[in-house]
């Protein structure tokens, strides 16, 4: 799924929430406690998609429950972990520049330090010769084990490492802290077995293994008793899940269960492939209104021949089919996309298709990347014939001809009423920033209050990545009432948080 890589400083965030999970919890008491008996502190930086956010989320619920407290920097933190991400290689460093820094400043003694996710997965014990302040080294297949190796770490072991990939399990938590304040996110599917020729997520998150429908429709529930409208189901294919539970539902029914969840406004889902993207979801997203007007729908690329490359298992054709099928339903459904240009073998005319391909279909967001060689994936049979310069001219131009497409498309909204869910409010201008169902960011002049609520917005400009406007209802639905929340921060820090996660997953 295609953020641009955003870094989430997830350490004391903007009102968080806890969903307690069923079930016994360890004794705080007993375990993350420092030697003078306090709570041992702990601050988890997260680099990369929704799915390493959540993780992350996941991940200071196992920390919480055994008794650690979360806090507000690096500096103060006893345990600093840093959830990593490998999806292309100036993402991996930037782990490799954390800890030199760590390292330069002489501040990591004192602590523990962990690396977890796909960098830890990718490069496993080598971290400890790399880096040897490093003490745990967890990859996401293996989260199941983290209270064990915590255990291990409390009891003295200098060094833990969890990297196992062949795992049925999927990471089911009996606390999961909530960092952003409107949207909870929820994962459905963990792994991929897709295995495109560019991509290295099959080898650092392992095997794809779909939660049953029972939990998730639990966990929904549960979100909403705590106070959340809006959910984002998660899967790297999230349209590749299939229900382990006897009911055996199809996606496309799941989504009409957690839409039909009593309480729920708005429910999202990423990463489809278009592989699996059949006509029953559109269906479904059609008689729902609960489900949102948006489809995030990865291309990659608009030549066959790339494609077939790739190893995506479809053609252009097959691709525009899809989008004109989701274009003809009954409601606008707005559409996104990933890009990645320079691919092994892509000639001026294979990217002129793809730029091709951004016209026919006028996204209304495009993610796009030059392309990364990346270890273990079969790509690295393949000639990497495009120069990094010549990369980065085709990022460019693909850039510049979206920027000119975004901008008609939002332009053509000036006038519109819109109902946004508003996400964030910034003191400084007044304004506050809320999202429509179809996942366009629009600003407006609003207060403190506004956070939370779905308000009307006149949409009375635009530029090619948001809008402005006038809330013209100021009625609103009143914000709901979290019921458990934890050290919460002034509205106002909530803002950048709320939006940094990007729009569409990894
Ligand atoms: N699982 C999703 C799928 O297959 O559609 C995509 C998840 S990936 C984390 C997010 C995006 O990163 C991909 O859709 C792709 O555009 C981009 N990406 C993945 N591997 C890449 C690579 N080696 N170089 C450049 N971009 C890459």
Request: with cysteine.
């Given at each position: 799924?295609?953020?641009?890589?955003?870094?989430?400083?997830?350490?004391?965030?903007?009102?968080?929430?806890?969903?307690?999970?069923?079930?016994?919890?360890?004794?705080?008491?007993?375990?993350?406690?420092?030697?003078?008996?306090?709570?041992?502190?702990?601050?988890?930086?997260?680099?990369?998609?929704?799915?390493?956010?959540?993780?992350?989320?996941?991940?200071?619920?196992?920390?919480?429950?055994?008794?650690?407290?979360?806090?507000?920097?690096?500096?103060?933190?006893?345990?600093?972990?840093?959830?990593?991400?490998?999806?292309?290689?100036?993402?991996?460093?930037?782990?490799?520049?954390?800890?030199?820094?760590?390292?330069?400043?002489?501040?990591?003694?004192?602590?523990?330090?962990?690396?977890?996710?796909?960098?830890?997965?990718?490069?496993?014990?080598?971290?400890?010769?790399?880096?040897?302040?490093?003490?745990?080294?967890?990859?996401?297949?293996?989260?199941?084990?983290?209270?064990?190796?915590?255990?291990?770490?409390?009891?003295?072991?200098?060094?833990?490492?969890?990297?196992?990939?062949?795992?049925?399990?999927?990471?089911?938590?009996?606390?999961?802290?909530?960092?952003?304040?409107?949207?909870?996110?929820?994962?459905?599917?963990?792994?991929?077995?897709?295995?495109?020729?560019?991509?290295?997520?099959?080898?650092?998150?392992?095997?794809?293994?779909?939660?049953?429908?029972?939990?998730?429709?639990?966990?929904c529930r549960r979100l909403v008793d705590g106070g959340f409208t809006e959910i984002?189901?998660?899967?790297?294919?999230?349209?590749?899940?299939?229900?382990?539970?006897?009911?055996?539902?199809?996606?496309?029914?799941?989504?009409?269960?957690?839409?039909?969840?009593?309480?729920?406004?708005?429910?999202?889902?990423?990463?489809?492939?278009?592989?699996?993207?059949?006509?029953?979801?559109?269906?479904?997203?059609?008689?729902?209104?609960?489900?949102?007007?948006?489809?995030?729908?990865?291309?990659?690329?608009?030549?066959?021949?790339?494609?077939?490359?790739?190893?995506?298992?479809?053609?252009?054709?097959?691709?525009?089919?899809?989008?004109?099928?989701?274009?003809?339903?009954?409601?606008?459904?707005?559409?996104?996309?990933?890009?990645?240009?320079?691919?092994?073998?892509?000639?001026?005319?294979?990217?002129?298709?793809?730029?091709?391909?951004?016209?026919?279909?006028?996204?209304?967001?495009?993610?796009?990347?030059?392309?990364?060689?990346?270890?273990?994936?079969?790509?690295?049979?393949?000639?990497?014939?495009?120069?990094?310069?010549?990369?980065?001219?085709?990022?460019?131009?693909?850039?510049?001809?979206?920027?000119?497409?975004?901008?008609?498309?939002?332009?053509?909204?000036?006038?519109?009423?819109?109902?946004?869910?508003?996400?964030?409010?910034?003191?400084?201008?007044?304004?506050?920033?809320?999202?429509?169902?179809?996942?366009?960011?629009?600003?407006?002049?609003?207060?403190?209050?506004?956070?939370?609520?779905?308000?009307?917005?006149?949409?009375?400009?635009?530029?090619?990545?948001?809008?402005?406007?006038?809330?013209?209802?100021?009625?609103?639905?009143?914000?709901?009432?979290?019921?458990?929340?934890?050290?919460?921060?002034?509205?106002?820090?909530?803002?950048?948080?709320?939006?940094?996660?990007?729009?569409?997953?990894?």
């Amino acid at each position: 799924m295609g953020t641009e890589l955003v870094q989430i400083s997830s350490s004391v965030p903007a009102q968080p929430r806890e969903c307690p999970e069923p079930g016994p919890r360890a004794n705080p008491g007993s375990l993350g406690t420092s030697a003078e008996g306090s709570a041992k502190t702990f601050y988890i930086e997260t680099f990369g998609c929704q799915m390493n956010v959540h993780d992350s989320e996941k991940v200071a619920g196992v920390l919480m429950s055994r008794g650690y407290q979360p806090v507000g920097s690096h500096e103060e933190a006893e345990i600093v972990l840093y959830n990593t991400c490998s999806i292309r290689e100036k993402a991996a460093q930037k782990v490799f520049s954390r800890l030199g820094a760590f390292k330069k400043r002489g501040s990591g003694a004192a602590k523990v330090i962990g690396v977890l996710g796909c960098v830890a997965q990718q490069e496993g014990e080598r971290f400890f010769e790399r880096a040897p302040q490093v003490s745990l080294v967890c990859g996401s297949a293996s989260y199941t084990k983290l209270p064990e190796l915590l255990d291990q770490l409390e009891s003295g072991r200098r060094r833990v490492s969890g990297l196992d990939l062949d795992t049925d399990e999927c990471f089911e938590t009996e606390l999961t802290r909530r960092d952003n304040p409107c949207r909870a996110y929820l994962t459905i599917i963990e792994g991929c077995d897709q295995r495109c020729s560019f991509c290295v997520v099959p080898m650092t998150r392992g095997p794809e293994r779909s939660r049953s429908s029972h939990k998730i429709l639990e966990e929904c529930r549960r979100l909403v008793d705590g106070g959340f409208t809006e959910i984002q189901l998660l899967g790297q294919i999230v349209n590749a899940w299939q229900d382990p539970a006897p009911q055996g539902l199809s996606f496309a029914e799941l989504l009409v269960r957690v839409a039909e969840v009593p309480g729920l406004r708005r429910v999202r889902f990423t990463t489809s492939h278009p592989r699996y993207f059949t006509t029953d979801i559109i269906r479904a997203i059609e008689a729902n209104p609960t489900l949102c007007d948006q489809v995030h729908l990865p291309a990659q690329s608009g030549s066959t021949s790339v494609l077939a490359r790739m190893l995506r298992r479809y053609t252009r054709e097959e691709y525009l089919e899809k989008t004109h099928c989701i274009q003809s339903a009954r409601r606008a459904i707005s559409l996104s996309t990933d890009i990645i240009v320079g691919f092994c073998g892509e000639t001026q005319e294979d990217f002129e298709q793809t730029l091709s391909l951004l016209e026919e279909v006028q996204f209304d967001q495009v993610f796009s990347f030059k392309y990364s060689p990346r270890p273990r994936t079969a790509a690295l049979g393949l000639e990497d014939t495009v120069p990094d310069e010549e990369k980065g001219r085709r990022l460019a131009e693909l850039q510049e001809v979206q920027r000119r497409i975004q901008l008609r498309r939002y332009q053509a909204l000036v006038g519109q009423d819109v109902e946004v869910l508003v996400e964030g409010y910034q003191p400084r201008t007044g304004q506050a920033v809320g999202r429509t169902t179809s996942n366009r960011v629009v600003n407006f002049s609003g207060s403190p209050e506004d956070v939370g609520r779905y308000l009307t917005v006149r949409v009375t400009s635009a530029g090619p990545n948001s809008l402005v406007g006038e809330c013209t209802d100021r009625k609103g639905d009143s914000r709901p009432v979290p019921r458990a929340r934890i050290g919460a921060l002034p509205i106002g820090d909530s803002s950048g948080s709320a939006l940094s996660g990007g729009a569409h997953g990894n």
